[in-house]
């Protein structure tokens, strides 16, 4: 597939099932282990809200997980609840303590240009894919690239 072909193409026109089915997802009140679990296999989790729910709450990378690992150590003049997540204090316990909630999102409908230009402004290798605030697929890097060099 050629570039400016696959920019223009809708993100609900390139997904397959795999991208769909396949995601790694876990309810905001899952346990600190059940992400940690998931993280072992996976390099994200996306939280939904509750079980049986697709609504997004947020994700979990695995860079989340490295301040989650370190000695706990809060400097004097933080103050903020994020920097003072730790397994060691006890203070993060569910996937909800540590989710990051603002995220760039991505629609069916989107064009897969106006995604990467996205994705390259904020840095992110993948985006969760909504449709009336609930997760139905996920686009990634990766992903896109599989179906420019027409691997997928």
Do not use: C
């Not at 050629?2 to 997802?25: A, C, F, S, T, Y």
């Not at 230009?117 to 909504?130: D, E, G, K, T």
């Amino acid at each position: 597939m050629e570039l400016k072909e696959l920019q223009k193409k809708k993100i609900g026109e390139i997904l397959d099932e795999r991208q769909q089915w396949n995601l790694p997802i876990l309810e905001k009140d899952a346990s600190i282990w059940d992400v940690l679990s998931i993280l072992t296999a996976r390099d994200h989790v996306w939280i939904v809200e509750e079980r049986g729910s697709k609504k997004l709450f947020g994700v979990i990378t695995e860079s989340d997980v490295l301040r989650l690992l370190a000695p706990y150590r809060l400097p004097k003049y933080v103050f903020g609840k994020r920097y003072g997540m730790s397994l060691e204090g006890g203070t993060a316990k569910t996937a909800g303590d540590i989710t990051h909630r603002q995220l760039i999102k991505s629609s069916l409908d989107e064009e897969v240009g106006e995604a990467l230009a996205r994705m390259v402004n904020a840095r992110l290798r993948r985006l969760p894919v909504v449709k009336n605030g609930e997760i139905v697929g996920e686009i990634t890097i990766h992903y896109i690239l599989q179906k420019l060099l027409g691997k997928r």
